[in-house]
């Protein structure tokens, strides 16, 4: 039986530390400027997105806790359509707050991409962007947006051409979900193709230590009126039931796979509806490199070692070490608090093979530090994790350097999936990555 991954914290006090004075945390404090951490949403390329030929508000077609989830829905008619005749949806992904479909328009029709959705548009595909008002909350919440704009295009398409739904990261697994309970209840969902771009189909990796921080250091920022604070973004339901390994707060101790009760309802969920839905053909699309190339980071090697002039406050971050016992990540401090960690048989995923997140690039710079370049970005989305290969999506007992051009096929949940050749920043548009769904998607 394979050995729970965990997270070890030692809180005990460090030699030489002292009480911090009301000034010094006040300071402090003024140098932990209050957004939320872990987003990275792009800054929107240059040049403005096409207005939508229609737009719809969305509200979810069913609840999940009470909530019913809302978003909006860009159409973009190809040229020369006058009504839906060939529609593809595309689900925003993982983010805080709600979406921003100009920017993911941009996003997916930027010059590296071969300005995927303009040629999509051009080969007659009718293009529907599908945001979310909340990118954060349940997923099944938003699987039930997902599902009402299926319906809207059904309802409203002109002719009978089946229905290309996906999207990028966890719009992935909005869709994936809507689809397989779609089929489970019965319902018609009139999809031909299901396809995912760089999405977490068996869990997503944000270092441990760094979701530590986020819990860490809010805790000493002033709370402002309307504002999240830094670890909105890793508490909330969308992390709980997308991140592989989970901590509740700072001083959480024991299993993290299993950390979240979300998760684990969210897995079992899946499976009764069927995992994946099963009338579609299932493409897949993968930022990391297909060839099991991981990053250039040496496990437990040292990230990032800060401390203040004061010594009231540090933050210590080592790149994940490669299972092990009790195998030290990193620890902080402010005055007298303090947090020493370590893992035990957790994996080393921040050189996985996969799309990439600037991790430790974004807590250094909100902590206001530097950091050496080469280690800005960790793994966000495992490659092997992307293609849906087949392993249990809570114990991770899977070759993280797992050669994809050349495994068997029946490992695999997707019909046909395409990786990256390096290790590329999660969810860009790449060109060999647009061309090959475009290929596919236009038949």
């Not at 709600?98 to 930027?110: C, E, M, R, V, Y």
């Not at 002033?222 to 997308?242: D, F, H, V, W, Y």
């Not at 901590?247 to 684990?264: C, D, F, H, I, M």
């Not at 949940?413 to 060999?432: K, M, Q, Y």
Request: charged share 20%; net charge negative; aromatic share 8%.
């Amino acid at each position: 039986m394979a050995q729970k991954a965990e997270i070890h914290v030692n809180r005990s006090l460090i030699e030489g530390l002292a009480e911090a004075s009301p000034s010094q945390l006040a300071e402090l404090a003024a140098t932990l400027p209050q957004h939320v951490w872990f987003s990275s949403t792009a800054p929107a390329e240059e040049g403005d997105a096409p207005e939508p030929t229609f737009t719809w508000p969305l509200h979810g077609a069913y609840s999940h806790q009470g909530k019913v989830a809302t978003g909006t829905a860009h159409v973009h008619l190809a040229p020369g359509h006058r009504n839906l005749e060939r529609p593809l949806i595309l689900a925003d992904g993982f983010e805080y707050g709600p979406s921003d479909l100009p920017a993911l328009w941009q996003h997916f029709d930027a010059a590296e991409g071969g300005h995927f959705l303009t040629r999509l548009g051009e080969a007659g595909i009718d293009v529907i962007l599908l945001g979310f008002e909340e990118r954060h909350t349940y997923i099944q919440a938003n699987a039930g947006v997902a599902a009402a704009c299926i319906h809207r295009a059904v309802a409203e398409r002109i002719g009978s051409t089946p229905l290309a739904v996906g999207g990028v990261s966890m719009g992935g697994m909005i869709t994936r979900y809507a689809l397989a309970r779609m089929e489970a209840e019965g319902v018609d969902h009139q999809t031909g193709t299901y396809f995912s771009w760089d999405t977490p189909h068996n869990g997503a990796w944000i270092p441990l230590i760094l979701q530590q921080m986020a819990y860490f250091f809010e805790d000493f920022t002033p709370a402002e009126p309307g504002r999240p604070k830094q670890a909105e973004l890793i508490r909330s339901e969308a992390a709980q039931q997308l991140l592989w390994a989970w901590v509740e707060n700072s001083k959480y101790e024991g299993p993290v796979a299993t950390a979240s009760q979300l998760r684990t309802d969210f897995l079992a969920e899946l499976d009764a509806y069927g995992s994946f839905p099963v009338r579609p053909l299932k493409l897949g699309v993968a930022n990391g490199h297909g060839e099991g190339v991981g990053l250039k980071l040496t496990p437990g090697e040292i990230a990032f070692d800060w401390k203040n002039q004061y010594n009231t406050a540090s933050a210590t971050a080592r790149v994940q070490p490669d299972k092990g016992a009790k195998q030290p990540i990193g620890g902080m401090h402010i005055a007298l608090t303090v947090r020493r960690s370590s893992t035990t048989a957790v994996p080393a995923l921040d050189g996985a093979p996969g799309g990439t997140l600037p991790s430790f690039g974004l807590v250094a710079k909100a902590l206001g530090i530097e950091v050496d370049e080469r280690f800005t970005n960790t793994c966000f989305v495992p490659a092997v994790s992307a293609v849906a290969l087949d392993f249990d999506p809570a114990v991770w007992e899977v070759d993280l350097e797992t050669d994809l051009t050349s495994v068997d096929p029946s490992r695999v949940a997707l019909d046909d999936f395409l990786c990256d050749t390096e290790n590329s920043p999660h969810s860009a548009p790449r060109r060999a990555l647009t061309d090959w769904l475009f290929e596919r998607v236009t038949r």
